[in-house]
């Protein structure tokens, strides 16, 4: 296991992600914001110093940093890595990261898709997610929980928080919502003839089907699109940037 030295939770008042149901618990559950850059993986130097500068505005070393490459997929990992990685270490073709390990933090880039954080408090694992329409629909919750699970997890103790997505107003889908969502109940509505989307319910309900109590899911109601001190893939177009989340439990 890495050596690590001892962190404080110590937040930027902007980057912390206040989740009532990880309230007084030892975890730190973060988002940067459009102010800090663009955050992206594939954006080059000055995304690398973005994430630098907000990892130490954090208190976390960049060492300790496992990032998801999103594909848009189910796939979830399990962190065990033992070995050193000065700059982090980047899962490639990965939607989800899970962990048993103390001060090992969990990063998943955001534009508008929902980041889903996952804690189980008595055994103290944790889990990440990047959980957009695609991933939803290929099971990634399940699969998250499943892999908690197998680390020892009981899914009653699970806790979830929902970060900040583009809200159902603003996420307009084609005729193939019903035939993905078509289950999860007020997930789609017509207006002008088209089809709107809320994910936000589609990752509860996947929740709850995953057996997490409902009185243990927090969802965040920030917009991505109407707030604009976020990136956002659908308002910003091609040029959009990436937000950056973290998630880990501090010893």
């Given at each position: 296991m890495i050596e690590v030295k001892k962190f404080r939770k110590v937040l930027p008042a902007k980057g912390e992600l206040n989740f009532d149901?990880?309230?007084?618990?030892?975890?730190?559950?973060?988002?940067?914001?459009?102010?800090?850059?663009?955050?992206s993986l594939e954006g080059g130097e000055t995304a690398d110093v973005n994430r630098?500068?907000?990892?130490?505005?954090?208190?976390?070393?960049e060492y300790l940093l496992y990032y998801v490459a999103i594909k848009h997929s189910a796939i979830v990992e399990v962190v065990k890595h033992d070995d050193f990685y000065p700059n982090?270490?980047?899962?490639?073709?990965?939607?989800?990261?899970?962990?048993?390990?103390?001060?090992?933090?969990l990063s998943v880039g955001a534009?508008?898709?929902?980041?889903?954080?996952?804690?189980?408090?008595?055994e103290k694992i944790a889990g990440l997610l990047h959980a957009g329409w695609r991933g939803l629909n290929c099971?990634?919750?399940?699969?998250?929980?499943?892999?908690?699970?197998?680390?020892?997890?009981?899914?009653?103790?699970?806790?979830?928080?929902?970060?900040?997505?583009?809200?159902?107003?603003?996420y307009e889908f084609g005729k193939e919502a019903w035939t993905f969502f078509g289950s999860v109940p007020d997930a789609i509505?017509?207006?002008?003839?088209?089809?709107?989307?809320?994910?936000?319910?589609?990752?509860?309900?996947?929740?709850?089907e995953a057996g997490i109590a409902r009185e243990n899911i927090s969802v965040s109601d920030a917009c991505t699109?109407?707030?604009?001190?976020?990136?956002?893939?659908?308002?910003?177009?091609?040029?959009?940037?990436?937000?950056?989340?973290?998630?880990?439990i501090l010893s």
């Amino acid at each position: 296991m890495i050596e690590v030295k001892k962190f404080r939770k110590v937040l930027p008042a902007k980057g912390e992600l206040n989740f009532d149901v990880f309230e007084g618990m030892p975890v730190i559950a973060a988002m940067s914001y459009r102010s800090d850059g663009n955050m992206s993986l594939e954006g080059g130097e000055t995304a690398d110093v973005n994430r630098c500068r907000f990892l130490k505005e954090l208190c976390i070393p960049e060492y300790l940093l496992y990032y998801v490459a999103i594909k848009h997929s189910a796939i979830v990992e399990v962190v065990k890595h033992d070995d050193f990685y000065p700059n982090g270490y980047i899962f490639p073709n990965t939607d989800g990261l899970v962990t048993p390990y103390s001060d090992v933090f969990l990063s998943v880039g955001a534009a508008d898709c929902p980041t889903v954080f996952l804690y189980d408090p008595v055994e103290k694992i944790a889990g990440l997610l990047h959980a957009g329409w695609r991933g939803l629909n290929c099971w990634i919750v399940s699969r998250a929980v499943t892999e908690m699970r197998e680390l020892g997890s009981d899914y009653r103790n699970i806790r979830a928080g929902i970060g900040p997505c583009i809200c159902q107003d603003h996420y307009e889908f084609g005729k193939e919502a019903w035939t993905f969502f078509g289950s999860v109940p007020d997930a789609i509505i017509k207006k002008d003839g088209q089809n709107y989307l809320d994910l936000r319910r589609v990752v509860v309900y996947k929740l709850r089907e995953a057996g997490i109590a409902r009185e243990n899911i927090s969802v965040s109601d920030a917009c991505t699109y109407c707030d604009e001190s976020m990136f956002s893939y659908r308002r910003d177009g091609q040029g959009y940037g990436v937000m950056m989340t973290v998630f880990g439990i501090l010893s």
